[in-house]
């Protein structure tokens, strides 16, 4: 039965941020930030990253060490990873391989398609701008960024001496890892090649606001441009016309089936991000016992009673209140789908007796649970 309570609200945020002590110093002035640390990247794309540095040389069990991961974090690629463990990951697959432009390679490389539901809706987009829409809806499944609400992290902007757009990624503090720069530039634009030059288009120009690094010279060889460093925007000049280049690689019905999965897990992800979330993700295997408290779900949570409490009230919630709704909400899931009776369903939801339960039923729907499992 834990297994299908599992399915109903699912919990797939790895946990793990333990990094070695040199590894700390190569992300150090990016892990400080509180909301830096909350990011997440799917696994996935963290699992792709470390198989493109295997290839190259690095030992497996070496960058998973300094990374701070264990190869269970990375089984399922809808689980997520934090940030500051992709970070370490980045860097150190740089160094153990000794590639500088790895950022850049893996941009390159990259076929989201094979490592997240994102490219998959993203591919079965009919044009270039539908594609870049869902990118934007659906792109904080692959990597989230700081700051700023995901679904404007790329903006298009018209140029009035071209006639084209510019896309500009909007992240905050950009400079604290251009590598995510280098390879979102390289990946987009290495993409959208084949369909650009079906089209008879090309990109017209790229800018960063990092400093020219030493290994620049790899930007031109895998971009296929020259690109202005040190700029005041993150961009690449989109050609007139771009917008309506046709990309579609599947049919239309498979972009509903891929949407669907993608509402599914972004659903999910926003779950995870507020402590709600978390208390209920903690609460939903012990709900049986019907002794849970706030502050056997804090210390599940590593934190204090206090703290839980304050921030369950900064989002407007008691503990109480969640529990009881979430007791609901179970219930509910149990007799609507007559998986269960009504004495079963009791238990699960944590009441000892049935005529407890009955109780609270009616006082959240108005009916007792005996119409409602018979409905």
Request: glycine residues 8%; aromatic residues 6%; charged residues 25%.
């Amino acid at each position: 039965m834990e297994a299908t309570l599992h399915q109903t609200i699912p919990c797939r945020t790895s946990l793990r941020v333990a990094l070695t002590g040199d590894v700390k110093v190569l992300i150090s002035g990016i892990t400080n930030s509180d909301a830096v640390s909350r990011t997440t990247v799917g696994a996935g794309y963290a699992r792709g990253l470390v198989e493109l540095a295997v290839s190259l040389g690095a030992r497996r069990e070496q960058l998973m060490a300094r990374a701070g991961l264990v190869a269970d974090d990375l089984d399922d690629p809808d689980n997520r990873v934090p940030m500051p463990n992709y970070v370490a990951l980045m860097r150190s697959a740089k160094e153990l391989t000794g590639e500088p432009a790895l950022g850049l390679i893996w941009g390159q490389s990259i076929d989201l398609s094979e490592l997240s539901v994102v490219g998959l809706v993203s591919e079965a987009s009919p044009t270039m701008l539908e594609s870049f829409q869902q990118i934007n809806r659906y792109g904080r499944l692959v990597i989230e960024v700081d700051g700023i609400g995901f679904e404007n992290r790329f903006q298009l902007r018209p140029d009035a001496a071209t006639g084209g757009l510019w896309m500009v990624d909007t992240r905050l503090n950009p400079n604290e890892f251009p590598e995510l720069t280098e390879s979102t530039w390289a990946r987009m634009i290495c993409n959208s090649r084949p369909f650009a030059e079906a089209a008879g288009m090309s990109v017209l120009a790229v800018h960063v606001t990092h400093a020219a690094p030493a290994h620049a010279e790899a930007y031109k060889r895998i971009l296929g441009l020259d690109v202005v460093f040190g700029s005041d925007k993150n961009a690449i000049l989109l050609p007139p016309g771009w917008a309506s280049i046709p990309v579609a690689k599947s049919k239309r019905y498979v972009f509903g089936i891929f949407s669907e999965r993608a509402e599914k897990l972004l659903a999910e992800l926003e779950t995870s991000r507020t402590v709600r979330g978390q208390v209920e993700a903690h609460a939903i295997p012990l709900l049986h016992t019907g002794e849970l408290c706030i502050d056997r779900i804090a210390g599940l949570m590593a934190l204090s009673r206090q703290t839980l409490y304050r921030k369950l009230k900064a989002e407007g919630v008691t503990f109480e209140a969640v529990l009881d709704e979430l007791r609901c909400r179970m219930a509910l899931h149990y007799l609507d789908g007559r998986k269960v009776s009504v004495n079963e369903t009791a238990y699960l939801v944590g009441f000892s007796e049935p005529s407890a339960f009955s109780r609270a039923f009616k006082r959240w729907t108005g009916r007792s649970p005996g119409r409602r499992a018979a409905a």
